[in-house]
């Protein structure tokens, strides 16, 4: 998942490598067995898939076409950092609203907030605006207690 413009502009670069690599394709050296060589570009075509799709995602959200995010709770995470794109907020941005810094928001970002507290979560989920909605029930499956 891209999550602010300079992972945008390294993925768009690396596509444009990847691209040159399938162009490029030369002769297969006879060193090198044909499945191992057909291997090698078919990662690399499966790789441009997934960034090409993480480009239109970013691009999407960036241009107000997602606002909507429909997950399970375990994607809450991944969800928030949308909603800050699709917000047009940095990490700085967002950041400055929280009273916090940078850094931080980029390190919750990256750890998809999995060290960031339920206190400071909600504080994000506030400061973007979004609403979350997540039904509760009981396991009937199991006996506990």
Known sequence: MIKNNTQLKVTKKKIKSFEKSLKEKSERPSDVHPVLWDAQ???????????????????ALVSGQIIDFEGSFNELPKDLIKARIARNLTQKELA??????????????????????????????????????????????KNYG
């Open 41 to 59: 570009f078919k990662e690399i075509e499966a790789q441009l898939k997934i960034m090409n799709q993480e480009v239109e995602e970013y691009n």
């Open 96 to 141: 400055k609203q929280l009273g916090k810094a940078e850094q931080q928001v980029q390190r919750w970002e990256k750890e998809e907030y999995k060290n960031a507290s339920f206190n400071n979560i909600m504080q994000v989920i506030k400061a973007l605006g979004v609403t979350v909605v997540e039904h509760v029930s009981l396991n009937k499956t």
